[in-house]
């Protein structure tokens, strides 16, 4: 499936192939809470890398997270991820890592096509969820406090959502 996104003013806009196009996951960890914004979450889908095709790659800047030792805040490494987003108007685009270079994560809120409504959620790093935010709930919801057991690719498999 073809998934089409851009940025808020639409400076950056995006196409990518994805096999895996449901919105399942929900990130509560600091990195997407203060990069995408608020207390809520950030959704990441996947796609092939080699099929990304940008427009308006001038107005593209990549942040690397710094990573924090949970218990005294100091930063310990630079995550290798490198998060693109609009320089212009800030809006989170996709993720890329060189450890999965045939991969990209776009943001499910830069994807402008229609998505899929997946068949249960997971509220992913509720580890680093602030108190004051409320987790979204559904009777299919699982919770964990970092990564889930199965990849995003996995999960679709396993529910039978995989695309060709």
């Not at 996709?94 to 509220?123: K, Q, T």
Request: proline share 10%; hydrophobic share 35%.
């Amino acid at each position: 499936m073809e998934l089409a996104g851009s940025c808020h003013c639409r400076e950056v806009r995006f196409t990518v192939q994805s096999h895996t196009p449901y919105p399942y996951m929900r990130c509560f960890c600091s990195i997407c809470r203060k990069t995408a914004g608020g207390g809520g979450f950030a959704i990441n889908l996947m796609g092939a890398a080699e099929t990304l095709a940008v427009t308006g790659e001038n107005h593209i800047s990549v942040y690397q997270a710094r990573l924090y030792d949970h218990h005294d805040q100091q930063p310990v490494a630079t995550s290798p991820g490198k998060r693109h987003f609009c320089r212009q108007c800030g809006s989170a685009l996709w993720i890329w890592d060189p450890r999965w270079p045939e991969l990209v994560h776009p943001f499910a809120s830069a994807i402008d096509s229609p998505l899929p409504e997946p068949p249960e959620h997971w509220n992913i790093f509720l580890a680093d969820k602030p108190s004051w935010v409320t987790v979204p709930r559904g009777p299919a919801d699982h919770d964990v406090l970092e990564y889930p057991a199965e990849s995003i690719e996995t999960w679709h498999r396993r529910l039978g959502l995989w695309l060709p």
